[in-house]
T-cell receptor, first 108, second 116 residues
């Protein structure tokens, strides 16, 4: 079973700053089968990135994903007010699928 | 547009069963599977399992094996998730989402509360 560990748990930043979120897998993910989701309070998650680096439909280009193997990163180049939320990574290279525990991006 | 519309909130007693529905529209149903994910209050996302929209094949998380059943009705493009022998810690929001790998569209969530 592949375990995903996200860091940091909480990121305190100001609008306009750059956010860098990390996701580490306990075993290598073939074909970079990793996705990132954004979730706001009381809402369903929204797909941001799939295949480690491909942006989902309608996702602004300030969101980017990178990485391969066991280490993956989600970068938000300049935080907008609507970007303050919780972010989850998810692996779909192995069964069972699994999510990281989440990183909360909060306003400093 | 793709839509997944889930059934309403449920309150159940311990030991009971709950069946949540997920009505899909806006795409060819048999081309995609549906994944079920749950989220306990203030917690992260937990993958429960997946069902094929094509042939009804399933893949359940080991944690739920024997307690969960996912089914599809292609005539109504609706997917169902039944969870039996409910416990207090099954209280959560249950989401359906399109896809068996990454999930690109999500239902609004169904709150299931287990209380005596």
């Amino acid at each position: 079973e592949t375990v995903l560990t996200q860091s940091p748990g909480t990121l305190s930043l100001s609008p306009g700053e750059r956010a860098t979120l990390s996701c580490r897998a306990s075993q290598s993910l073939s074909s970079s089968q990793l996705a990132w989701y954004q979730q706001k309070s009381g809402q369903a998650p929204r797909l941001l990135i799939y295949g480690a680096s491909s942006r989902a439909t309608g996702i602004p280009d300030r969101f980017s994903g990178s990485g391969s193997g066991t280490d993956f990163t989600l970068t938000i180049s300049r935080l907008e007010p609507e970007d303050f939320a919780v972010y989850f990574c998810q692996q779909y290279g192995n069964s069972p699928r699994a999510f990281g525990q989440g990183t909360k991006v909060e306003i400093k | 547009q793709v839509q997944l519309v889930q059934s309403g909130a449920e309150v159940k007693k311990p030991g009971a069963s709950v069946k949540v529905s997920c009505k899909a529209s806006g795409y060819t149903f048999i081309k995609y599977g549906i994944t079920w994910v749950r989220q306990a209050p203030g917690q992260g996302l937990e993958w429960m399992g997946w069902i094929s929209g094509y042939n009804g094949n399933t893949n359940y998380a080991q944690k739920f094996q024997g307690r969960v059943t996912m089914t599809t009705d292609t005539s109504t493009t609706t997917v169902y998730m039944e969870l039996r022998s409910l416990r207090f810690d099954d209280s959560a929001v249950y989401f359906c989402a399109r896809g068996g790998g990454y999930m690109d569209h999500w239902g609004q969530g169904t709150l299931v509360s287990v209380a005596s």
